[in-house]
């Protein structure tokens, strides 16, 4: 599986962007998926997860209210929808698959990661 990010850039604090992570290679209807971020100088973190079906979604708490996953299996693609943006949230982002896809996509558990897409938000 080969994921790609997209959708990163440079936003004013206050502003939203929404990231997609594209999947090749094999259908991810089957897959738990997941965004982590890693800012310079820190570790990766978890941001949002969501089950195979979309049936649950779960977030870091520090992000619950401001950003949103979803996904559409039909089109392959995972999305992450990031309102009210904060300079703290200067970041690369990753995409990342976990199978099977009933349980959560963690950084040590993850199958495939894409290469990631770097989100600046200026102050």
């Known amino acids: 599986v080969q994921l790609v990010e997209s959708g990163g850039g440079l936003v004013q604090a206050g502003g939203s962007l929404r990231l997609s992570c594209a999947a090749s290679?094999?259908?991810?209807?089957?897959?738990?998926m997941g965004w982590f971020r890693q800012a310079r100088g820190k570790e990766r973190e978890f941001v949002a997860g969501?089950?195979?079906?979309?049936?649950?979604?779960y977030y870091a708490d520090s992000l619950k209210g401001r950003f949103t996953i979803s996904r559409d299996n039909a089109k392959n693609t995972v999305y992450l929808q990031m309102n009210s943006l904060k300079p703290e949230d200067t970041a690369v982002y990753y995409c990342?698959?976990?199978?099977?896809?009933?349980?959560?996509?963690?950084?040590?558990?993850?199958?495939?990661w894409g290469q990631g897409t770097q989100v600046t938000v200026s102050s």
């Open positions: 990342a698959a976990h199978f099977p896809g009933h349980t959560a996509v963690t950084t040590t558990n993850a199958n495939y």
């Open positions: 290679g094999r259908t991810l209807s089957s897959y738990a």
């Open positions: 969501i089950s195979w079906n979309g049936g649950s979604t």
